[in-house]
């Protein structure tokens, strides 16, 4: 398995403003993505965060509003911009860790937006 | 896209009792997990079995990958056992998990 963290665990913010969130892994993972969990929904992917190049989104998500890095095999940061209150989810990053196929969740970082 | 359904939606059990939750899948997958989100928002692993038969503790789990099901089994339920109780399939050559709606338990003291 693999030790993920998020940071921040939660955060209250205004509407149109942005708000980072980190994903940190404790080990080399081949591939790490983004999800959203709307209030009493399911997970549904963001995007696959792609070291060194940019991430492949799904539909109904474009960089403009969810950008996405990640610099190294072991970190990543989602920014959501222009926060409305219809932003307020969940967001939970996953890794996959080489040659396995399971995937691990990391504890999730809880966003209102007022 | 792949479709996955879970069954039921809402279940509510007095402790002690076993339950059994399904999730079916519309295509052929090359991953299926199980999860436990807890009231706390985490989301924790509980089995990966794109196939066959495992078992851990009071928690087991079955994948008819030709059939296109899963079942998870509980046994002698206790009241930490509440939450919402996801699958997740991931699709031939593609990595990323479509998720159910979930089962959201409940177990009664």
């Known amino acids: 398995s693999a030790v993920i963290s998020q940071k921040p665990s939660r955060d209250i913010c205004q509407r149109g403003t942005s708000l980072t969130i980190q994903c940190q892994v404790d080990s080399q993972v081949t591939m790490m993505f983004w999800y959203r969990q709307q209030p009493g929904q399911s997970l549904t992917l963001i995007a696959t965060?792609?070291?060194?190049?940019?991430?492949?989104?799904e539909s109904g998500f474009v960089i403009d509003k969810f950008p996405i890095s990640r610099p190294n095999l072991t970190f990543s940061t989602l920014t959501v911009s222009n926060m409305s209150p219809e932003d307020s989810s969940i967001y939970l990053c996953?890794?996959?860790?080489?040659?396995?196929?399971?995937?691990?969740f990391g504890p999730g970082t809880r966003l209102t937006v007022l | 896209g792949i479709q996955v359904e879970q069954s039921p939606p809402d279940l509510i059990l007095q402790e002690g009792a076993n339950s059994t939750l399904r999730c079916n899948f519309s295509?052929?997958?090359?991953?299926l997990q199980w999860f436990h989100q807890n009231p706390w928002g985490q989301l924790i692993n509980l089995f990966y079995?794109?196939?066959g038969t495992k078992q851990n503790g009071r928690l087991s789990a079955t994948t008819v990958a030709t059939e296109r099901y899963s079942l998870l089994y509980i046994s002698s339920s206790q009241t930490t056992d509440s939450g919402v109780y996801f699958c997740?399939?991931?699709?031939?050559?593609?990595?990323?998990?479509?998720f159910g709606q979930g089962t959201r338990l409940t177990i009664n003291p």
């Open positions: 295509d052929s997958v090359n991953n």
């Open positions: 079995i794109p196939s």
């Open positions: 965060a792609n070291q060194g190049s940019e991430a492949t989104y």
């Open positions: 997740a399939v991931g699709i031939q050559g593609a990595q990323k998990l479509v």
């Open positions: 996953s890794v996959a860790l080489a040659g396995v196929g399971e995937q691990f």
